[in-house]
């Protein structure tokens, strides 16, 4: 009998992590696992409340389907692609700050078994003053993590 997995996959709706996204549909996801995204959203205004609410721990798992609704967009930040959206049966889960650090809190917190990232392909000197927010979750994470590197 197949354990159940939570499977994450970081997501800001780029190119780059989109392919993260189709490489876990495609080699990752088991009929049986729970594939949940996680996008972060930097520091700043949003609907009095609801940032201040779940700061700390990331919002509730939402539906993604639910996002297609402009109040819950606008509640959230959040502006999926219609192609993500459409996908079935997956929960969402909102953090604010830092990716690399909200990325390593979500792997303890929801808890998953593997986190699934895309790779921007920065160069060395970008990677160097911006840092590497997939560097980052495989040096600092506490589950398996796979980096999807993306090609144009």
Sequence with gaps: MATERRIGVAIDFSSSSKSALKWAMENAIRKEDHLILITIQPEGNYEKGEMQL????????????????????????????P?????????????WGDPREK????????????????????????????????????????CAVTVVKHHE
């Design 103 to 142: 990325l390593c809190e979500a792997i303890d917190s929801i808890p998953l078994s593997c986190i699934i990232v895309g790779n921007r392909g920065l160069g060395k000197l970008k990677r160097a003053i911006m840092g590497s927010v997939s560097n980052h979750v495989v040096n600092s994470g506490s």
């Design 54 to 81: 779940w700061e700390g721990i990331g919002s509730p798992f939402v539906p993604l389907i639910e996002f297609s609704d402009p109040a819950t967009m606008k509640k959230y930040g959040v502006k999926p692609d």
């Design 83 to 95: 192609e993500v959206v459409e996908i079935v049966e997956v929960l969402m889960k909102v953090y």
